[in-house]
């Protein structure tokens, strides 16, 4: 009877005791208020800033960018205060692709920090592209060409994205189906191609004198190539002014 006594005042104390702790604890954390947040920068304040950099790099505003922070995986802890965040200018400030990146924070206009981020920047538009192999010196006609997307590998591409600029246009090469079209790859056609027939017209104060030749040379308005004279049989030069016909100047 007696341990039964001994045993029940035991388990009474102990339960005193665990309640004491709880409530002590609890009036220690009341005490003590809320935890007070780290000031951070987030992922996609750094992504923001990415994007903001690139976007001024942009030559047209029909191009899609895309931004992925790679890393940091965490937001950035920082001190409390006015934060803005700045991306210098790299040597590869024109890349597409995966790239390291500073990320510069400044606190109330004093710099405390730059972060390294890796980011995976894509950059896509609409391109006009051949839709079947196109021999050098053809013509392009509408029918030839379609508009696909596709990835750029630079921000400044010398890439033809409108049928307007390559309708009409020569191949200076042979052109490959489904291949993005560079502006080098065509040309304005040439108004008269050698071997032609042209007006070769002479003017001279109120002399104007015209007769036949054959162009020697192909070439476009304004250049100048070797034309026979098939009156005399001599080779002059003359200034193409339009299809057929050709200027000497004195």
Known sequence: MNLLIIVSLLV???????????????????????????PVVSIGELKAAIVKKMQSRIP??????????????????????????????DQFGNAVGRRAFRV??????????????????????????PVRWIK???????????????????FTPDILRRLDDVVGK????SLPPHQPLSASFVSDPPLVHKGDRVMIEVRRGGLFIQTIGVAKASGQS?????VTNQSSGRE??????????VEVRF
């Open 12 to 38: 009474s104390a102990l339960s005193g005791s665990n309640a004491f702790a709880q409530e002590k604890g609890e009036l220690t954390k009341s005490a003590a208020g809320p935890l007070a947040k780290t």
């Open 222 to 226: 304004g250049e100048l190539i070797p």
């Open 104 to 129: 510069r924070i400044t606190l109330d206009d004093t710099p405390v920090k730059t972060v390294s981020v890796l980011a995976s920047v894509t950059l896509e538009t609409e391109v006009v592209t």
């Open 170 to 173: 020569q191949a200076t090469r």
């Open 60 to 89: 047209s505003s029909d191009m899609k960018l895309a931004v992925e922070v790679l890393f940091p995986k965490t937001p950035v802890p920082v001190p409390k205060g006015r934060i803005t965040l700045h991306v210098p200018d």
């Open 136 to 154: 050098v010196h053809e013509i392009l006609r509408e029918e030839d060409l379609v508009r696909k997307t596709v990835s750029l590998r630079t």
């Open 236 to 245: 002059i030069l003359a200034t193409i002014l339009s299809p057929g016909i």
